[in-house]
């Protein structure tokens, strides 16, 4: 079955930086667009940031664009999202997922990770 398993989250302070790590497996991955969401604590889940099947597009939510970057290795079946210059509001438990389309609204991703947490202590 199809497994994303996400790694990297932690506690950092601010203006400190992570890289999250998605590891796919039971999908061709090279035929997914990948994706990065985020939940915090009473609020709803939010986009972050996607890329298309060879990497060579990215969309990225205004409130991490210049900050965050999401890229991914195919060989390796993994998608990254590097965090940089990161706040306090960026606290959240971060979730990676795939899609069949580019560019994919957030109903439209087909399989999702567990999620991983990230807290930026001010």
């Known amino acids: 079955q199809v497994q994303l398993v996400e790694s990297g989250g932690g506690l950092v302070q601010a203006g400190g930086s992570l890289r999250l790590s998605c590891a796919a497996s039971?999908?061709?991955?090279?035929?997914?667009?990948m994706g990065w969401f985020r939940q915090a604590p009473g609020k709803e889940r939010e986009f972050v940031s996607q890329?298309?099947?060879?990497?060579?597009?990215?969309y990225s939510a205004d409130s991490v664009k210049g900050r965050f970057t999401i890229s991914r290795d195919n060989a390796r079946n993994t998608v990254y999202l590097q965090m940089d210059s990161l706040k306090p509001g960026d606290t959240a438990v971060y979730y990676c997922?795939?899609?069949?389309?580019?560019?994919?609204?957030?109903?439209?991703?087909?399989?999702w990770g567990q999620g991983t947490q990230v807290t930026v202590s001010s």
């Open positions: 890329i298309n099947w060879s990497g060579t597009s990215t």
């Open positions: 039971g999908l061709t991955f090279d035929n997914y667009a």
């Open positions: 997922a795939a899609s069949t389309k580019y560019p994919s609204r957030t109903y439209e991703y087909h399989y």
